[in-house]
């Protein structure tokens, strides 16, 4: 299907989203054991391997999470204000929460903690928002728009501050920030036509400008930094995704699922389909690994999955006249 980039980038990422929502937090031994493989958007699973969060059972084949819901929120509010608002860009996103069912005390679209702790801080007027530890991928899943909007006006360090700015809101941790920036350089790069070798190189020069130092109050400092794992990405781009698993990680946690993506899209560089489907049958974060996939894929390739896969989005209206809207950005 050929439609305009950032149409597919958003669409992607959705696409991603649901693929990987009903393995959300599933070790790829019990992917294997309970469902083969995951090859196509699924329903969420109602029997659920043990000790397996059952983050997603009530929703439904084609929903997405908070991924998307925060993507599409950013998006909006550049449309809106016709360029970068952090106020009005938060404001949407805390509206995009509060505005879906809360189950026991949990959004059914997955929101993580830190996200969740800013959000509410922001509508009680709190002047501290973000939280420690916000370690969490929260900011960049959230970004392509931010990418896109580099691309499109050209005003590319704009919008790295402005993922900084963002991510600042709602997370303390220096890797969970500098990796929203980083992803929204990475959606630019590919959308520029970056090759392999230069994009690899690009995320290296982009986190070494915005990535701060560990400090000693940091969790998990022993996990290195964000720099540390994409260098080790360029260092070894053609190992074995099982290295790659082992040595990178896929959990919530930003300096895990974030660099373990780059590593899919480097990995499958001119196999796209086949990448995201590897990607989410990794397990773990699975919905963000594969939202974020997606989108920097279909920004190299556009469109590369099934038309069937775009029709069952139920939110599918919504992003094609957001991204239309961001097309016509100047």
């Known amino acids: 299907m050929k439609m305009h980039p950032y149409t597919a980038i958003l669409l992607a990422g959705a696409v991603g989203d649901t693929l990987g929502m009903p393995v959300e937090c599933w070790k790829p031994v019990d992917i294997k054991e309970y469902l083969g493989r995951v090859i196509a958007p699924l329903p969420p699973q109602k029997i659920l391997p043990k000790d397996t969060p059952a983050w997603f059972t009530h929703l439904e084949k084609g929903d997405i999470t908070d991924d998307t819901l925060l993507t599409v929120a ?15 860009c938060m404001n949407r996103q805390v509206d995009a929460y509060f505005a879906n069912p809360i189950i026991d005390g949990k959004s059914i679209y997955g929101f993580g903690g830190s996200t969740v702790k800013a959000f509410e801080n922001w509508k ?29 006006t050209r005003k590319y360090v704009e919008a790295l501050q402005f993922a900084g700015d963002i991510g600042t809101l709602t997370h303390t941790d220096p890797r969970a920030i500098a990796a929203g920036v980083v992803q929204s350089h990475a959606v630019y790069a590919l959308l520029s036509g970056y090759d392999k070798q230069q994009f690899l190189d690009s995320l290296v020069e982009v986190c070494m400008e915005y990535e701060y130092p560990l400090k000693d109050n940091h969790l998990q400092t022993e996990r290195g930094s964000l720099l540390d794992k994409i260098e080790w990405i360029s260092a070894n781009q053609n190992v074995d995704e099982q290295i790659a698993y082992r040595a990178l990680g896929n959990s919530c946690n930003a300096f895990e699922s974030v660099p373990f993506t780059w590593f899919m899209v480097q990995k499958y560089w001119d196999a796209p389909l086949e990448g995201l489907i590897v990607t989410v049958n990794w397990g773990g974060d699975a919905d963000s690994t594969g939202a974020m996939y997606a989108s920097l894929a279909a920004a190299r390739h556009g469109i590369f999955f099934p038309n069937e896969w775009i029709d069952m989005l139920k939110i599918k209206d919504k992003i094609l006249d957001v991204s239309q809207k961001l097309s016509e950005l100047h």
Not at 142 to 150: D, W
């Open 124 to 152: 009680q007027g709190n002047t501290m928002l973000a939280v420690p530890p916000g370690l969490g991928n929260g900011v960049a899943m959230k970004v392509a728009a931010l990418g896109i909007y580099a691309h499109a």
């Open 74 to 88: 950013i998006a909006e509010s550049i449309i809106e204000k016709n360029g970068l608002d952090l106020t009005d």
